[in-house]
């Protein structure tokens, strides 16, 4: 059981859209990615719209072989089901997405494709398909094409925890239930990565996964300094909030208990004379 409110209302999404962004990296500059894409003037959208900017190029990622111009996504968080009737709600947003071009068949029907991600293996929706005569392959690990007359476009399923460890690992940290040596992985070649969008795109990661896995994060920044070094560095904000928090929770603690001045409480706490006043600012 979550043992406070933070783990049970983890927005997992953010994370997902970063992974996503740095999954398809090495194609960057042949992809656009539009978040939340509403699909009319009603709060009606899917998670993630990435337009393939030219037909003729390969995208080097096996989640993106899939891929054609108009490729719509779902993502499920390690909390949400994924059943016959999300499968076919994603449709519906890709049928919508198409009904909705400013000309006719501006949108062609061969030319989308459905992609739903989820940590684990679907195994009654599974089911499900094969009895409506609908074909799975596997045909990367972890990547379930989905094929048969009943499917109106080229659909995958991808399981996350399945995917392979080394090309993946940015999928495989969004989970409650991290790898000590995905988030080793992740860190590491995270850490090369300099370009501002890249690294905000890490940032939303790496705050979902570490929110979700508090307790393998702190043991590998007690246990490891090299290691702690680069989460602090990729995530110095983060961090940098979390200890002013902290020290101010603690200001007020002792406020209240030793029924001191704010003063009192920093000077006890030798907080020094020029950070003063962002904590008296917060009080």
Known sequence: MPDNLEALNISWHPG??????????SNKGDLEFQREYNLSKE???????IIKKLSDVRIENELGHIFKKF??????????????????????????????????????ADELTISIFRESCPR????TMKKMGLEIEERYPGIYYISGKQALFDTQIVVTKQLEKETHRTLRVLSKHV?????????????????????????????????ANREIYEAIRRCD???????????KED???TKQETLLETIKNLMDTM????????????????DRGKYIAKL
């Open 43 to 49: 709060p009606v959208r899917m998670d993630l719209l």
């Open 259 to 274: 029924k001191w001045t704010a003063e009192q409480a920093m000077t006890a706490m030798k907080i020094p004379d020029a």
């Open 124 to 127: 009654e929706m599974f089911k």
């Open 179 to 211: 790898q000590e040596e995905d988030v080793r992985a992740f860190v590491e070649k995270a850490g090369k990565m300099t370009e501002p969008g890249d690294r905000n795109n890490i940032d939303a990661v790496l705050q979902v996964s570490v929110s």
């Open 239 to 241: 961090f940098e909030e």
């Open 16 to 25: 997902f859209y970063g992974a996503a962004e740095l999954e398809f990296l």
């Open 225 to 235: 300094k090299i290691m702690c070094d680069a989460l602090r560095e990729l995530m």
């Open 71 to 108: 490729n719509v996504v779902e993502y499920k968080n390690p909390d949400d089901a994924l059943t016959i009737d999300d499968y076919y709600k994603t449709v519906g947003y890709a049928c919508l997405y198409k009904g909705l071009g400013e000309s006719v068949d501006q949108i062609p």
